[in-house]
């Protein structure tokens, strides 16, 4: 067998063009890890953005209709679990990476910077992080807005019944009176009188309203709440 004498010049050669290519793969690889960095960072700075916008340019032909939502409809969700629709900008829990990604993708496929977030969560997730389910939405103009991002966890299955009686004053006085009568149930007969009749039930039965409803009314002022309608969109703490 022959073997053909190895030219040293030809394997510098090789060397050097392999080199070049490996070279020119770290710097595309560099220049995507900055350009996603780049991105990244100005997707974060919007998420924390003050500026009012009410619209984007998106290409309607690509979004998915099951992710258009109305503010009406969104809304009355808010005002039927007590939660609450603000700019991303309130928002202090954490955006997942998942959200960002998304982010980019519509971005990409939309070719504009999406502007003007918002955020629909209990209101304690404007104040401190949990684990309750965020809703991540961008606008699309005429009050309807495009569903990006939902993360967490569910909400629990009896918030709307827990939210139920701040929804308005006829609800929260109907609550009071139900409870004021289920107590005045509790009370012991003959405990203030030997003799048990119905005028003794409604009076223990009033005492028991104004006690609870007093405080009621003093958690309500004490803790600046507010019924659902008033603060669903409200950023003030004390709404």
């Given at each position: 067998?022959?073997?053909?004498?190895?030219?040293?010049?030809?394997?510098?050669?090789?060397?050097?063009?392999?080199?070049?290519?490996?070279?020119?793969?770290?710097?595309?690889?560099?220049?995507?890890?900055?350009?996603?960095?780049?991105?990244?960072?100005?997707?974060?700075?919007?998420?924390?953005?003050?500026?009012?916008?009410?619209?984007?340019?998106?290409?309607?032909?690509?979004?998915?209709?099951?992710?258009?939502?109305?503010?009406?409809q969104i809304k009355e969700i808010c005002i039927n679990y007590r939660l609450r629709f603000l700019d991303s900008s309130y928002f202090k829990g954490k955006i997942p990476?998942?959200?960002?990604?998304?982010?980019?993708?519509?971005?990409?496929?939309?070719?504009?910077?999406?502007?003007?977030?918002?955020?629909?969560?209990?209101?304690?997730?404007?104040?401190?992080?949990d684990r309750d389910d965020p809703l991540l939405f961008a606008p699309i103009g005429n009050n309807y807005f495009y569903l990006i991002h939902k993360w967490g966890n569910?909400?629990?299955?009896?918030?709307?019944?827990?939210?139920?009686?701040?929804?308005?004053?006829?609800?929260?006085?109907?609550?009071?009176?139900?409870?004021?009568?289920?107590?005045?149930?509790?009370?012991?007969?003959?405990?203030?009188?030997?003799?048990?009749?119905?005028?003794?039930?409604?009076?223990?039965?009033?005492?028991?309203?104004?006690?609870?409803?007093?405080?009621?009314?003093?958690?309500?002022?004490?803790?600046?709440?507010?019924?659902?309608?008033?603060?669903?969109?409200?950023?003030?703490?004390?709404?």
């Amino acid at each position: 067998m022959i073997f053909k004498n190895t030219d040293i010049e030809h394997k510098l050669y090789l060397q050097r063009k392999k080199s070049a290519k490996e070279h020119q793969l770290l710097e595309e690889v560099q220049h995507i890890l900055a350009s996603n960095f780049t991105q990244e960072a100005k997707i974060n700075t919007e998420l924390h953005s003050k500026n009012k916008i009410v619209v984007n340019n998106f290409n309607f032909d690509l979004l998915e209709t099951e992710y258009i939502y109305h503010l009406d409809q969104i809304k009355e969700i808010c005002i039927n679990y007590r939660l609450r629709f603000l700019d991303s900008s309130y928002f202090k829990g954490k955006i997942p990476e998942q959200a960002i990604t998304k982010i980019k993708t519509l971005e990409a496929d939309h070719d504009i910077d999406i502007k003007g977030y918002k955020v629909m969560a209990p209101s304690k997730l404007f104040k401190l992080e949990d684990r309750d389910d965020p809703l991540l939405f961008a606008p699309i103009g005429n009050n309807y807005f495009y569903l990006i991002h939902k993360w967490g966890n569910d909400l629990h299955p009896f918030r709307k019944m827990l939210a139920w009686p701040f929804k308005n004053i006829i609800n929260l006085t109907f609550l009071v009176v139900l409870i004021s009568y289920l107590v005045s149930l509790m009370v012991p007969n003959g405990l203030f009188s030997k003799n048990n009749s119905t005028a003794e039930f409604w009076i223990i039965f009033f005492f028991m309203f104004k006690a609870i409803a007093s405080i009621v009314i003093f958690y309500g002022f004490a803790l600046g709440k507010n019924f659902n309608p008033a603060i669903w969109n409200s950023k003030y703490f004390n709404a």
